[in-house]
C-alpha cells in the first residue's frame, strides 16, 4: 500500500542548479499537486494537475515547471534553484471530489 | 490575501479536557472544508471534512462545525489526548469541477496536549 511517494525525501543543491522532484501514486487518482510548506506560511500550492498531459499554475509557480506525461507520475523542476526555494515539498493526489492524500515530503536546501 | 485563516499559530490543553481550533474563510465560493493533522517529519493526513450544506459532523472525538454567515469552521477534539499533538490544518476547495478541486489551506495551529 504505497498510496504517494516522493523521491528524493532529502537534497541539497547549490545555488543555480537544477533537480527534479518526482511524485508517484498507485491510486489512480486523476488529480495530482505539489505544495511547499514554510515556516509560518502553511501549505502553498505551486502546480497542479486535474489529468494526465494537463497542468496548472498554483499561488506560487514561478521557478518551477512540471509534469503529466503519466498519469501516476508528476514531476516537479527547479530549473535554477534559488535559496528562496529552500522549503519542504508535498506531493498529493486525489480522486475525483475526494480529500487529497499527501507523500512523506522532500526537504530540499539550496546553499 | 488569505483566503483560508487560522489566527492562533498554537494552543495548549491538559489531557482530557476539548481543544477548539478555528479557522475563518473570506472566499463564498469555498463548499466544501477539511481538515489535516500534521506530524514533524510526515505528511499532512486527512482528519475529518464537511460540506457547506451541513452545520456539523462527527467523527469519534473530532467534530466540525461550519457557520456558513460568519464563513467560520472549528474542530473540537473532545478528549484531547497527548498523541493528538500535531500541527492542524484547515482547508477549503470551490464547488465544480476542474481546477475548483485543489485546496487553499491555512498556515495551520499547533495543538500541544499536556499530560
Known amino acids: 500500500n504505497a498510496g504517494v511517494t516522493q523521491t528524493p525525501k532529502f537534497r541539497v543543491l547549490k545555488t543555480g542548479q537544477s533537480m527534479t522532484l518526482l511524485c508517484a501514486q498507485d491510486?489512480?487518482?486523476?488529480?495530482m499537486y505539489w505544495y511547499r510548506q514554510d515556516p509560518g506560511m502553511g501549505l502553498r500550492l505551486i502546480h497542479y494537475?486535474?489529468?494526465?498531459?494537463?497542468?496548472a499554475k498554483g499561488e506560487v509557480p514561478d521557478g518551477y515547471n512540471v509534469s503529466r506525461l503519466k498519469k501516476q507520475n508528476f514531476l516537479l523542476g527547479l530549473e535554477s534553484a534559488a535559496p528562496s526555494q529552500t522549503s519542504v515539498y508535498f506531493c498529493?493526489?486525489?480522486?475525483?471530489?475526494?480529500?487529497?492524500?499527501f507523500g512523506e515530503g522532500s526537504r530540499l536546501t539550496v546553499l | 490575501d488569505q483566503q483560508v485563516k487560522q489566527n492562533s499559530p498554537s494552543l495548549s490543553v491538559q489531557e482530557g479536557r476539548i481543544s477548539i481550533l478555528n479557522c475563518d474563510y473570506t472566499?463564498?465560493?469555498?463548499?466544501?472544508f477539511l481538515w489535516y493533522k500534521k506530524y514533524p517529519a510526515e505528511g499532512p493526513t486527512f482528519l475529518i471534512s464537511?460540506?457547506?450544506?451541513?452545520d456539523k459532523n462527527e467523527d469519534g472525538r473530532f467534530t466540525v462545525f461550519l457557520n456558513k454567515s460568519a464563513k467560520h469552521l472549528s474542530l473540537h477534539i473532545v478528549p484531547s489526548q497527548p498523541g493528538d499533538s500535531a500541527v492542524y490544518f484547515c482547508a477549503a476547495r470551490g464547488f465544480g469541477g476542474g481546477s475548483n478541486y485543489k485546496l487553499t489551506f491555512g498556515k495551520g495551529t499547533l495543538l500541544t496536549v499536556n499530560p
Open positions: 464537511i460540506s457547506s450544506i451541513k
Open positions: 494537475s486535474v489529468g494526465e498531459g494537463t497542468t
Open positions: 491510486m489512480n487518482h486523476e488529480y
Open positions: 498529493a493526489s486525489s480522486g475525483l471530489g475526494r480529500e487529497l492524500f
Open positions: 472566499n463564498s465560493m469555498f463548499d466544501y
